[in-house]
């Protein structure tokens, strides 16, 4: 009872080692029941960005994947193909994106088999949007972007919740390191708070747009970094291009 | 065999956000004593200023040399004082009368004296490149390039450890040290930049900032009468 001084007898401390190599002393009430929870979720890092053009769309989305303070992987992707001309680029906990991801593309097989053709980009919107609500009350940690092009050869872009909300974006960035990543592209990309005049957007400058975010969120986000892997989707096909950025 | 040398990331983090990207994290204590701080940033650098003040009136009194034992007993006190409530974790090194010593400091107040000690978030990263590399009496350049390592190891390995290296050797010889600030810097963003081309909308052209008013105020006073 000497060491307990100050406290109730009902009190209880452990010794927590924190991940900055210090440990604290934690009390819980105990003498009763002693609950133990398990947490499903690990958070696995990442940063997402797409940005729509006239007749194009841009999915970007970089290859770390970490737990806590460590890296796991330094090469896995975020960008899925879910349709004949629509990428998914998810974050969050990857274990809940790659069970998403299959979970699309089975029912996406199903709707081929069924009805012949390939479901359009808003179909799968709302597809990936009822399938997030259906785990309303066990969500999928998957902080998703939905790109593709729409039935008028126009990019589009939708950006989620958790839990099933969208919204047809002109550009969507989610993500560890989205709060780095909206505000510097609202400026460059979207010309807000500026008068000078807009270029059209073009494939390039879009690539141009996520290298610029990708490197200065990997600055500032621990979490993003290693390498950024940049899907243009057209009518013509899907092309790919991994630039490599800093691994500290 | 040749002194004590301490390395250091410049990395701070506040949660996942990276606070300053190249920050000093090897503190002076005396000439002859620096310290590296791991931990809560605010609790390091007061606290090794705190004994280094302290180390300086003693060295005022007593007329001679600071001892490393000095600032690591006075660095313990200090610490099991307030029961780990501090989160200093440090690693101490220097040169005195009675040679090289490194010293690794707990936050409850718990010291190590070592040949070879990490802290810090990416200290097991560290250290797995010391137990690997170590070998006793070391020359300098062998030293140094291990430390370096040892660091490369957390900045790479570690998301809490980042950016530079910094590297302070105390020579056993003289009995001073050498600051080597950014001695390494393998995460030089400026070189990435240069890899592709970058948006021109960056810079914005004279005009791309609105002016909704505009207030002219003439003082016609002379500037010594302000």
Known sequence: SRARRGRSRKEMSTIVRRCDGGAERVWQASGGPTEHKFDPYDFNGGTTLAISGEDFVMVAADTRMSSGYSILSRKVSKLHKVGERTMLAAAGCQTDV??????????????????????????LAQMLSNTLYYKRFFPYYAFNVLAGLDADGKGAVYSYDAIGSFQRVPFSASGSGQSYVIPLLDNILCHKNRQDPQPPLTPQLAVEFAKEAFVSAGERDIHT???????????????TETFQLKQD | KDGVFLGADTRATGGSE????????????????????????????????LISSQLELLRLSTGTQSRVVA??????????????????ALVLGGV??????????????????????TMGSGSLAAMSVFETGYRDDMDEADAVDLVKDAIFGGIFNDLGSGSNCDITIIRSATGLAEERRNFRTPNDVGQLRALYARPASLVPPPGATAILETQVEIFDAQPMDL
């Open chain 1, 98 to 123: 790659v069970a998403l991801v299959n979970t699309l593309q089975t029912r996406h097989r199903m709707y081929v088999h069924q009805t012949g053709k390939g479901m359009t980009t808003t179909a």
């Open chain 2, 18 to 49: 990276v606070a300053d990207k190249n920050c000093a994290k090897i503190h002076y204590l005396a000439p002859n004593i620096y310290c590296c701080g791991a931990g809560t940033a605010a609790d390091t650098e007061q606290t090794t200023a």
């Open chain 2, 71 to 88: 600032a690591v007993t006075l660095l313990k006190r200090m610490l099991f004082r307030y029961q780990g409530h501090v989160s200093a």
């Open chain 1, 225 to 239: 970094g290693d390498a950024v892997e940049i899907a243009v989707v057209t009518k013509d096909g899907i092309t």
């Open chain 2, 96 to 117: 005195d009368v009675a040679g090289a010593h490194l010293y690794q400091i707990y936050p409850q107040g718990s010291t190590g004296k070592l040949p070879y000690v």
